[in-house]
């Protein structure tokens, strides 16, 4: 059986996962819009090739941030659609293309989906999602996922794994009190970068995001890499194997400016 997840696809921003059709037109006369048009393009592109490319796909797991919200922290300038419903029904549209079987949505952070509404609530019912909840464990032919939007981020390499990793520590110590089910896969998100770390117990696993450069906050605030994709597990009777899909983004370099 295959499992997707898919997480921080920030439906609504300029740089978020924009079916075509619901973003910024090519032929804007502003130039920011035009680049942005270009964007949502490329990464809907991507996205659909990658997801046809992994049918059948019998759950999909939407690991949080599914909508951007209404971007308070700059004034709203980020948002192609200030409508958090209209945001949702972008979101729900990006689920679908997914074709899959079955959907769990995990509830992101509420700056983006909602501190007094609950946006999943609305995709998930447009999606006829199975479940929506904070943090779940999904049993997939034998393999135990783990999942939960957020995670620690670390400002130096080597230290990216070390959230998820205690989140592991964290979960054989509530298992170990018969409180959780023991999981075989910890999934986490948030942190717009790929990375793993496991060992013969398990594994831990951050996932990439599915919205690309153009937020005012990682361009002013934070360092590190980020990534752009998604990953899909196939499951065997408790066993399984894992592939990252990560789109190349190298089109989108920065370049120097002239002096």
């Given amino acids: 059986m295959r499992l997707v997840v898919i997480s921080d696809l920030h439906c609504g921003h300029r740089a978020g996962l924009t079916p075509p059709g619901s973003g910024y037109h090519e032929d804007d006369l502003s130039e920011t819009h035009r680049h942005f048009a270009e964007l949502q393009l490329v990464q809907w592109d991507w996205y659909a090739r990658t997801l046809e490319a992994l049918q059948p796909i019998d759950t999909l797991v939407v690991n949080g941030d599914a909508i951007d919200g209404k971007g308070e922290r700059s004034g709203g300038t980020e948002q192609f659609e200030m409508d958090r419903h209209e945001q949702a029904m ?6 679908r293309e997914a074709r899959a079987k079955k959907i769990y949505i995990i509830r992101g952070t509420p700056y983006h989906v909602g501190r007094d509404e609950d946006f999943e609530d609305t995709i998930a019912k447009e999606v006829s999602a199975a479940h929506v909840g904070y943090h779940d464990w999904i049993d997939v032919n034998g393999v135990i996922f ?109 370049s120097p400016l002239k002096g």
């Avoid at 080597?158 to 089910?181: F, I």
Wanted: aromatic letters at 10%.
């Fill in 90 to 95: 972008i979101a729900a549209r990006c689920i």
């Fill in 146 to 254: 783990d999942c939960k939007h957020k995670t620690s981020s670390s400002v130096i390499p080597h230290g990216r794994h070390t959230g998820p990793a205690r989140a592991k520590l964290w979960n054989s110590l509530w298992a170990e009190r018969g409180l959780q089910p023991k999981a075989n896969v910890i999934v986490r998100s948030h942190v717009h970068y790929y990375d793993f770390a496991g060992d013969v117990t398990g594994l831990v696993i951050t996932t990439p995001a599915l919205q690309g450069f153009g937020s005012k906050y990682g361009a002013a605030e934070c360092e590190g890499t980020v990534d752009f994709g998604l990953v899909s597990f196939d499951c065997d009777k408790g066993a399984y194997q894992w592939t990252a899909h990560l789109m190349d983004l190298k089109w989108a370099a920065a």
